[in-house]
């Protein structure tokens, strides 16, 4: 038997620790939960987080909700938010890569090959893929889905067991006790249809996904039999933790 493939999808939100910062504390926190589980598990990342990296270096002289701005940042972001990943990893034995998608690379049957190719070699020489969204030529992650459908997208094509949403709630919670101190995750989901009768529109402050984008991407994955987790990536071992069901999550199988 070889090891069970995990796609974990990290927003902003979750790796600045809900700051103004890229949290090394965090990042570290993913390599050590990785490296516990490398016998059993092989990780592929998708990873926001550029623009928030280039915010703690530059301020573009130009208004912060356009568009281009936010791109710009993302390409002055994206090279510091690998340095950290390597540092950090590279300091637990683990070794990184950088890929950058587009939507349309998802369109197009050869560049699919291509992808799973180049990702099935990276990982098979022990090389954790660290995805992120092209966001210098492409916009729909800025303004529509801090890349939740990219991370089922990829799950679906790379054939991942379990894709995990990190994010900054125990997983989705009933309607009627959200506002209580505290709420009740919803913790096993057959029907999306009565999920989404759950949620509301709160986003993120950092990322632009609210539980809508989540829900949307685990039903990408759902179509091809992936389980998704939906669970709080601010915890320390969330990981760990969640694959011994030793904290509450949302699973959508």
């Given at each position: 038997?070889?090891?069970k493939?995990?796609?974990?999808k990290?927003?902003?939100?979750?790796?600045?620790?809900?700051?103004?910062?890229?949290s090394?504390g965090?990042?570290?926190?993913?390599?050590?939960?990785?490296?516990?589980?490398?016998?059993?598990?092989?990780?592929?990342?998708?990873?926001?987080?550029?623009?928030a990296?280039?915010?703690?270096?530059?301020?573009?002289?130009?208004?912060?909700?356009?568009?281009?701005?936010?791109?710009?940042?993302a390409?002055i972001?994206?090279?510091?938010?690998?340095?950290?990943?390597?540092?950090?990893?590279?300091?637990?034995?683990?070794?990184?890569?950088?890929?950058?998608l587009?939507?349309?690379?998802?369109?197009?049957?050869?560049?699919k090959?291509?992808?799973v190719?180049?990702?099935?070699?990276l990982?098979?020489?022990?090389?954790?893929?660290?995805?992120?969204?092209?966001?210098?030529?492409?916009?729909?992650?800025?303004?529509?889905?801090?890349?939740?459908?990219l991370?089922?997208?990829?799950?679906?094509?790379l054939?991942?067991?379990?894709?995990?949403?990190?994010?900054?709630?125990?997983?989705i919670?009933?309607?009627d006790?959200?506002?209580?101190?505290?709420?009740?995750?919803?913790?096993?989901?057959?029907?999306?249809?009565?999920?989404?009768?759950?949620?509301?529109e709160?986003?993120?402050s950092?990322?632009?996904g609210g539980m809508?984008?989540?829900i949307?991407?685990?039903?990408?994955?759902?179509a091809?039999?992936?389980?998704?987790?939906?669970?709080?990536?601010?915890n320390?071992?969330?990981?760990?933790?969640?694959?011994?069901?030793?904290?509450?999550?949302?699973?959508?199988?």
């Amino acid at each position: 038997m070889g090891k069970k493939r995990i796609l974990l999808k990290i927003g902003s939100n979750t790796l600045t620790k809900e700051t103004n910062h890229i949290s090394r504390g965090k990042i570290e926190d993913l390599g050590i939960q990785i490296a516990a589980l490398n016998d059993e598990y092989e990780f592929i990342i998708v990873s926001s987080g550029a623009i928030a990296a280039a915010k703690q270096f530059v301020k573009l002289d130009n208004q912060d909700k356009d568009v281009f701005v936010k791109q710009a940042l993302a390409s002055i972001g994206q090279p510091h938010l690998m340095r950290i990943y390597n540092e950090n990893f590279k300091d637990l034995g683990l070794n990184t890569s950088q890929c950058l998608l587009s939507y349309s690379d998802f369109e197009k049957e050869q560049t699919k090959k291509n992808i799973v190719n180049t990702i099935n070699v990276l990982v098979k020489n022990n090389y954790i893929p660290i995805i992120n969204e092209n966001d210098t030529v492409a916009t729909d992650e800025i303004r529509f889905g801090d890349n939740d459908k990219l991370a089922a997208l990829t799950a679906v094509l790379l054939n991942v067991d379990i894709l995990i949403i990190a994010t900054n709630t125990n997983g989705i919670y009933t309607k009627d006790s959200i506002h209580d101190e505290n709420p009740e995750t919803i913790k096993l989901v057959n029907d999306l249809k009565t999920l989404e009768k759950e949620i509301g529109e709160s986003k993120s402050s950092h990322g632009t996904g609210g539980m809508q984008s989540k829900i949307e991407a685990a039903g990408i994955a759902k179509a091809a039999n992936i389980e998704t987790w939906i669970v709080n990536g601010l915890n320390d071992n969330f990981i760990l933790k969640a694959l011994k069901e030793e904290i509450s999550f949302t699973k959508i199988v």
